[in-house]
């Protein structure tokens, strides 16, 4: 598929960075030992084997919304994208449970780890297929895939340093991936973040992953009323 000429550079250069972050994402995924499996995660409520266990539906979530075309005018972009709340997950939700449960059944580390590779490596394809420029719907909105697309890096990075928030030894996100996630989170937040806060620390205190330090407080100013900023 041709892509408009003018929305080309842009949008490749997102796409680029989904597959960047998404595979070194799988990547760690990989190499990880089967008892890092059974370690809390940076997601309330659960383990690594369940974020994983989520990565997988987030792949089926990719492939299905890459083939759902959409002829309407887009009603969101990469930063609308995000529903935004202040209030941080408790785990209880029933979707968050059932993915518990659907973790639970794979019972060996190695069958998720097959299961995240085949599903990921898809939906990786169907990215580097997909022409940027196209509009898709998921969620009943509308967006291109290009926008969808880099709303998936924040995710990816995110996701990545949720699963090695236990795990000293595991490879974090790629730089690029942790930047550009900074350059979003800055847009939903409408401020810039401190300088001072390297990317992964913007990231976490943005998103409520750990509270900010008395002196991270004094530097985001008033910006740190607004915070966490919840994304779902």
């Known amino acids: 598929m041709r892509l408009s000429t003018h929305a080309a550079p842009h949008y490749r250069a997102d796409v680029d960075l989904f597959s960047h972050s998404w595979t070194a994402l799988r990547t760690t995924v990989a190499e990880l030992p089967d008892e890092d499996f059974a370690q809390p995660s940076g997601c309330t409520g659960w383990l690594v084997r369940d974020l994983v266990c989520h990565l997988v539906i987030d792949a089926q979530d990719v492939l299905i919304t890459l083939v759902t075309p959409a002829e309407t005018e887009p009603t969101r972009d990469a930063v609308t994208y995000w529903d935004v709340t202040q209030t941080p997950p408790t785990g209880d939700d029933p979707l968050d449970a059932l993915t518990v449960r659907l973790a639970a059944a794979y019972e060996e580390p190695r069958l998720l780890k097959f299961h995240l590779d085949d599903v990921g490596s898809a939906a990786g394809r169907a990215a580097a297929l997909a022409d940027p420029a ?43 991936g942790l930047a550009r996630s900074r350059e979003l989170l800055e847009k939903i937040a409408g401020t810039a973040f401190p300088a001072s806060l390297s990317d992964k620390d913007a990231l976490l205190i943005g998103t409520g992953r750990r509270a900010p330090t008395d002196a991270e407080k004094t530097a985001l100013g008033e910006l740190a009323a607004k915070l966490p900023l919840v994304l779902g």
């Open 134 to 176: 196209q509009r898709v719907s998921t969620r009943d909105q509308v967006l291109t895939a290009g926008d969808y697309l880099s709303a998936y890096v924040l995710e990816w990075t995110l996701h990545h340093l949720d699963l090695v928030a236990h795990l000293p030894d595991a490879a974090e996100p790629p730089a690029e």
